[in-house]
């Protein structure tokens, strides 16, 4: 075996397709080191969120230690570890949103449901996270919620929507 030996498809640890995807994308890269970021983005669009077999896959077919991928990985909050909830409220947290008070709408839905700020809720319902300027800071705060930008937001409102997206599907 040598270091310089052109690089195959790794195997599948679960069988599960949704790896040939990432096996693509470094294949495409040519299993460059330097493709790491690029390669978790996809890992993360495919699987929806980083588990520890994914970043595993990624440090084997990279040929990179485990402990740089979970670094590199867990520096950037683009990425997420856990699987996402049935819903999604992204509170912006940027400095516009933050002077207009994005952090009492943080403060709000994560109180009414029990969810800490990045987490998903027990029942897997709903998950929240906070991010930096979206880029609409005329409509601030912002709040993305299932992918909807809500501008001008406030706790209440925020809680308002929350609970319709919850209502809507989980009603009875
Ligand atoms: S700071 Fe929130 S959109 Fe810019």
Same mark, same amino acid.
């Given at each position: 075996?040598? $270091?310089? !030996? ?6 599948? %640890?679960?069988? $599960? ?25 996809? !890992? ?14 990624? #440090?084997?077919?990279?040929?990179? %230690? %485990? ?5 590199? /990985? ?7 570890? =856990?699987? *996402?909830? =049935? ?6 947290? &940027? ?5 207009? &008070? ?11 449901? =029990?969810? %800490?700020?990045?987490?998903?809720? #027990?029942? &897997? ?15 601030? *705060? ?8 809500? &501008?001008?937001?406030? /706790? ?6 929350? !609970? ?6 989980? #009603?009875?």
């Amino acid at each position: 075996m040598t $270091d310089t !030996a052109p690089r195959t498809e790794a195997s599948h %640890p679960s069988g $599960d397709d949704r790896f040939e995807l990432v096996d693509k994308h470094l294949k495409r890269g040519r299993y460059a080191q330097d493709q790491l970021i690029e390669t978790l983005h996809v !890992a993360q669009d495919v699987f929806g969120f980083l588990s520890e077999d994914v970043l595993m896959y990624v #440090a084997r077919a990279l040929r990179l %230690p %485990p402990s740089m991928v979970y670094g590199v /990985a867990t520096f950037y909050q683009l990425f997420t570890f =856990d699987p *996402p909830g =049935d819903h999604s409220c992204t509170v912006c947290t &940027g400095t516009a949103c933050f002077v207009k &008070g994005a952090d009492e709408i943080v403060a709000g839905v994560s109180s009414a449901h =029990d969810v %800490p700020s990045g987490q998903t809720s #027990a029942d &897997g319902r709903l998950t929240l996270k906070t991010a930096r300027c979206l880029g609409s800071c005329g409509l601030a *705060p912002v709040v993305v919620l299932d992918g909807e930008v809500l &501008g001008h937001q406030t /706790a209440e409102s925020t809680l308002e929507g929350v !609970a319709l997206a919850l209502d809507t599907e989980g #009603a009875g």
